[in-house]
C-alpha cells in the first residue's frame, strides 16, 4: 500500500508542475493580448486629391483604417468640413470629397478620424488628425503686381543698360516644377529693348 501512495504522489506531483506552467503561460498570454490592445492604432497614408478634378463627384480621397477588430466598428469624421465637402463610408472607412476642391482657396483640410461601436455609441480608438492635401494643377496665368511700371533711361547709354524692373506673380504651386515659374517677353519694341527672365 505504502508503494502504491508513493507512486500516485510521484504522478501527481508532474501534473502539478504543468498546471502552474499553464497557469503562467495563460497569464503571458493574456498580459500579450492586453499589450496588444494599447498597440491598437491607426493606419493611412497620406491623403491627397488633385484640385479641379472634372470627372463625376464624389471622389476618392483615401482610407482610413483602424486595427481594431469589432464587427460594429463605424468610421467617423469630424471637423470644419466634415459632413459636407468631406464623407467618410462608415463601414470601410473610405473618404471621398463631394466638392471640386481650389488648391488656390485651401492648400489642405485638417479633419479627426473617429470608430466607434455603433451599437452603444463608445469609442474604439482614440481620435486621430489627419490632413488631406490638394495637389495643385497649372491652372493660374501669371499676372503683373501692378497695371504699369515705369522707365527712364539716358540717351546715348551703352547697350545693356537697365531701364526698368516688373513683377508678375503666379498663384500656383512654388514647390512643383514649372507650375509657378514666370518668363517674360517683350512684345512690342523687341528692336530696342530686351527682358530677362528676372523682369
Same mark, same amino acid.
Given at each position: 500500500?505504502?508503494?502504491?501512495?508513493?507512486?500516485?504522489?510521484?504522478?501527481?506531483?508532474?501534473?502539478?508542475?504543468?498546471?502552474?506552467?499553464?497557469?503562467?503561460?495563460?497569464?503571458?498570454?493574456?498580459?500579450?493580448?492586453?499589450?496588444?490592445?494599447? #498597440?491598437?492604432?491607426?493606419?493611412?497614408?497620406?491623403?491627397?486629391?488633385?484640385?479641379?478634378?472634372?470627372?463625376?463627384?464624389?471622389?476618392?480621397?483615401? #482610407?482610413?483604417?483602424?486595427?481594431?477588430?469589432?464587427?460594429?466598428?463605424?468610421?467617423?469624421?469630424?471637423?470644419?468640413?466634415?459632413?459636407?465637402?468631406?464623407?467618410?463610408?462608415?463601414?470601410?472607412?473610405?473618404?471621398?470629397?463631394?466638392?471640386?476642391?481650389?488648391?488656390?482657396?485651401?492648400?489642405?483640410?485638417?479633419?479627426?478620424?473617429?470608430?466607434?461601436?455603433?451599437?452603444?455609441?463608445?469609442?474604439?480608438?482614440?481620435?486621430?488628425?489627419?490632413?488631406?492635401?490638394?495637389?495643385?494643377?497649372?491652372?493660374?496665368?501669371?499676372?503683373?503686381?501692378? #497695371?504699369?511700371?515705369?522707365?527712364?533711361?539716358?540717351?546715348?547709354?551703352?547697350?545693356?543698360?537697365?531701364?526698368?524692373?516688373?513683377?508678375?506673380?503666379?498663384?500656383?504651386?512654388?514647390?512643383?516644377?514649372?507650375?509657378?515659374?514666370?518668363?517674360?517677353?517683350?512684345?512690342?519694341?523687341?528692336?530696342?529693348?530686351?527682358?530677362?527672365?528676372?523682369?
Amino acid at each position: 500500500m505504502s508503494h502504491l501512495i508513493l507512486l500516485f504522489s510521484l504522478f501527481l506531483a508532474p501534473a502539478f508542475a504543468d498546471g502552474g506552467g499553464q497557469k503562467s503561460t495563460q497569464n503571458l498570454c493574456s498580459n500579450d493580448v492586453s499589450h496588444k490592445r494599447q #498597440k491598437r492604432d491607426w493606419i493611412w497614408n497620406q491623403m491627397h486629391i488633385k484640385e479641379e478634378i472634372d470627372t463625376p463627384l464624389p471622389h476618392h480621397v483615401g #482610407k482610413i483604417t483602424s486595427s481594431v477588430r469589432n464587427n460594429n466598428a463605424k468610421y467617423i469624421i469630424e471637423g470644419e468640413y466634415a459632413n459636407t465637402i468631406f464623407k467618410v463610408e462608415e463601414t470601410s472607412g473610405d473618404v471621398y470629397a463631394f466638392e471640386r476642391l481650389d488648391r488656390e482657396k485651401k492648400a489642405e483640410y485638417e479633419l479627426t478620424a473617429l470608430i466607434i461601436d455603433r451599437t452603444n455609441n463608445r469609442s474604439l480608438e482614440r481620435p486621430s488628425k489627419f490632413i488631406i492635401k490638394v495637389y495643385d494643377i497649372n491652372d493660374n496665368a501669371p499676372v503683373f503686381v501692378q #497695371k504699369v511700371f515705369n522707365g527712364s533711361v539716358p540717351e546715348m547709354s551703352p547697350v545693356g543698360t537697365s531701364v526698368t524692373k516688373v513683377t508678375a506673380v503666379d498663384a500656383d504651386d512654388p514647390t512643383v516644377s514649372g507650375h509657378a515659374t514666370v518668363t517674360y517677353e517683350v512684345t512690342t519694341g523687341g528692336e530696342y529693348f530686351t527682358i530677362d527672365d528676372s523682369g
